[in-house]
């Protein structure tokens, strides 16, 4: 995520992480969940980046590329900028073919912005966002080959923030079948009732394309957040299901219980009709102290079985992972069934424990048949500070198996989501690796 908004919640995040626990294991809440256990898989680091102005740092997730490649971003590396990126580099996009890396373009603050995150195919051209942009507040692009066959980066749109639009957009989002792209924005918007006061709460927008070639994106905001009950801070993109939208917000929403950030974050349900869209908060995590609801949900996945499922990055009852006095645990994976108004339900399927379990899960890929890959950006090996990290699967009901424990010099910091191709997973560590920047690494996993 990008600096400005680590910032806004470092106070918190380094009071939750210093308290993380050590016990391994973590805890099934349903009869028919399996016992956490270490899978057997063969894990290969493909690539160690080398940061500094000529390649990537920091990568931030791979997806599939043309001929057997694919492409990235990395919040860091490339271009030093005196202002905006004068310690790291701004950011990269980069190509792995199978044996070697090379970055494709290099980030520059305006107009394409900075520190990067996240590419997603649609009819073969590629979206993204990144920080910066025109007005500083965030920018939305393409990337495309042009017909020599080099990468072209295109700026569609330039987010100018609070109270009219949104801003720090998130690196993952929707694409409807006529090329309308649906996302969020981490702040920005009409709120104030929120952590981020005058910055806003955070909106869903819309991004229409041109009627032409060539034209101008047409941008409309579908929700600005109010903070509480309403949720603040969406920190994923959009889910389609039965008609609505459907998505998660950090902090705001009906909960007392996490009085720092205002709030433990909600599930929110968009449902658009013409020019007119309708948002209901459906599930306000931690309301209930008894509970093992988890907070500060993170993205949902369309499991294919009618439910949706995800992860919070806290919560869930152990007693690691303190973020507040009443706050207690390293992250959940829950699955959640749609209804109508109250009638949805969301159940808490498993706790994270921290430790040699891992902490703090995010973005998961796969099906409900198949399972869920995600990655922990802490707990496992102790070599690093918090753990460096682990890979694992989830069954629906909540058995997990642990299929990789980051050491550091194999990479840290895991995030996702994970790209599935064939038997194998793909993705990226943040930081580690054998390069002198601990600049991160590209890595496959191939379960036995």
Not at 74 to 94: E, V, W
Not at 168 to 186: D, H, Q, S
Not at 376 to 390: L, R, V
């Amino acid at each position: 995520m990008p600096l400005s908004y680590r910032l806004l919640i470092s106070s918190v995040l380094i009071a939750a992480l210093s308290a993380c626990g050590t016990a391994g294991g973590g805890t099934p809440l349903q009869p028919s969940a399996l016992p956490a256990r270490r899978a057997t898989t063969a894990f290969q680091v493909l690539y160690n980046f080398q940061g500094g102005p000529t390649d990537a740092a920091g990568p931030n997730a791979v997806v599939e590329g043309p001929a057997g490649t694919m492409l990235g971003t990395s919040s860091a590396g490339g271009h030093i900028h005196p202002r905006d990126c004068k310690m790291t580099g701004c950011g990269t996009i980069f190509e792995f073919n199978g044996s070697t890396e090379r970055p494709i373009y290099l980030f520059q603050p305006q107009p394409s912005g900075y520190s990067p995150a996240g590419l997603l195919l649609h009819n073969g051209v590629y979206y993204g966002v990144a920080a910066g942009g025109v007005h500083n507040m965030g920018a939305v692009y393409s990337l495309s080959q042009n017909g020599s066959g080099n990468w072209v980066v295109t700026t569609l749109y330039s987010f100018k923030g609070a109270p009219a639009d949104g801003s720090e957009p998130n690196g993952l989002f929707y694409i409807g079948a006529g090329g309308a792209i649906f996302g969020t924005t981490r702040m920005g918007g009409s709120g104030t009732s929120c952590l981020f006061t005058s910055t806003g709460c955070g909106t869903v927008f819309e991004l229409q394309p041109p009627a032409q070639t060539g034209g101008p994106w047409t941008e409309s905001l579908l929700h600005s957040f109010q903070g509480s009950p309403d949720g603040a801070g969406p920190d994923s993109s959009v889910v389609r299901k039965a008609g609505s939208f459907y998505g998660t917000t950090e902090f705001g929403g009906a909960s007392k219980l996490c009085p720092a950030v205002l709030g433990c974050g909600t599930i929110y349900k968009l449902t658009v009709s013409g020019s007119t869209a309708t948002e209901q908060v459906v599930h306000s995590f931690y309301v209930d102290r008894s509970s093992a609801d988890g907070v500060w949900g993170g993205a949902l996945t369309d499991g294919g079985d009618g439910k949706l499922y995800g992860t919070t990055r806290f919560g869930g009852g152990s007693q690691g992972c303190e973020v507040e006095p009443e706050v207690h645990g390293c992250g959940t994976f829950f699955s959640f069934t749609l209804g109508r108004g109250k009638k949805s339900q969301l159940t808490t399927r498993y706790a994270f424990a921290g430790g040699q379990d891992g902490e703090l899960p995010g973005v998961l890929s796969g099906t409900a048949s198949s399972g869920f890959y995600g990655a922990t950006a802490y707990g496992g090996s102790p070599a690093c500070f918090d753990g460096c990290g682990t890979i694992f699967h989830m069954t629906p009901s909540g058995g997990e198996q642990l299929l990789h424990v980051f050491s550091g010099s194999d990479g840290r910091t895991p995030n996702g989501p994970l790209l599935s191709i064939g038997s194998k997973l793909y993705g990226t560590a943040e930081a580690g690796g054998t390069a002198a920047c601990s600049c991160g690494t590209l890595f496959e996993l191939q379960q036995q």
